[in-house]
T-cell receptor, first 109, second 117 residues
């Protein structure tokens, strides 16, 4: 299977804490993307990091990419209850996205 | 601007029946994708249209699935006959720009939850 993996599968934290999710992928990539899915909703694009980039920031999000280890991490700082959702990494070599297994994040007020 | 819309949001059918899912991409987007998430597993790619042409259909599971995009606008995904293992959430996405190495942000619909009994 070409699908990636994410860990942890589930993460529960208190508001204000940081949340870190890790993703491993199997194929060569041009970019890696992170998406969020709220219950019953579609996937929302969060951030894209190119294969020649090592770190990228967007608001409270920080993404790192290590192509030698075929891994990426997503850090959400100062989490909020509204961050409760499932988070997916998706690697892209061609135009199709190859998704990881996802991390379910629960942020308690 | 309207986002990607999918219809129906939920479909319950019996094994052996036919179901047609519809996706309306964001206006002006040439690229349209279908994905599905079966039994809580990974989200898997099904196929990719560029306008009305199938660019990549490597993810289509078998010949019970037929996708069309007449006129390069909306797309339909028909499952005939449906089997129990087809149950899951079917997502549609669209994007504007194509090409390796270029940004390819895909905008997803809310999905159609298909339950085959």
């Amino acid at each position: 299977s070409q699908q990636g993996e994410e860990d942890p599968q589930a993460l529960s934290i208190q508001e204000g804490e940081n949340a870190t999710m890790n993703c491993s992928y199997k194929t060569s990539i041009n970019n890696l993307q992170w998406y969020r899915q709220n219950s019953g909703r579609g996937l929302v694009h969060l951030i894209l990091i190119r294969s020649n980039e090592r770190e990228k920031h967007s608001g409270r999000l920080r993404v790192t990419l290590d192509t030698s280890k075929k891994s990426s991490s997503l850090l959400i700082t100062a989490s909020r209850a509204a961050d409760t959702a499932s988070y997916f990494c998706a690697s892209a070599w061609t135009d199709k996205l190859i998704f990881g297994t996802g991390t379910r994040l629960q942020v308690f007020p | 601007e309207a986002g990607v819309t999918q219809f129906p949001s939920h479909s319950v059918i019996e094994k052996g029946q036919t179901v047609t899912l519809r996706c309306d991409p964001i206006s002006g987007h040439d690229n349209l994708y279908w994905y599905r998430r079966v039994m809580g597993k990974e989200i898997k790619f099904l196929l990719h249209f560029v306008k009305e042409s199938k660019q990549d259909e490597s993810g289509m599971p078998n010949n019970r699935f037929l996708a069309e995009r007449t006129g390069g606008t909306y797309s339909t995904l028909k499952v005939q006959p449906a089997e129990l293992e087809d149950s899951g959430v079917y997502f549609c996405a669209s994007s504007h720009k194509i090409g390796t190495g270029a940004k390819n942000i895909q905008y997803f619909g809310a999905g159609t939850r298909l339950s085959v009994l």
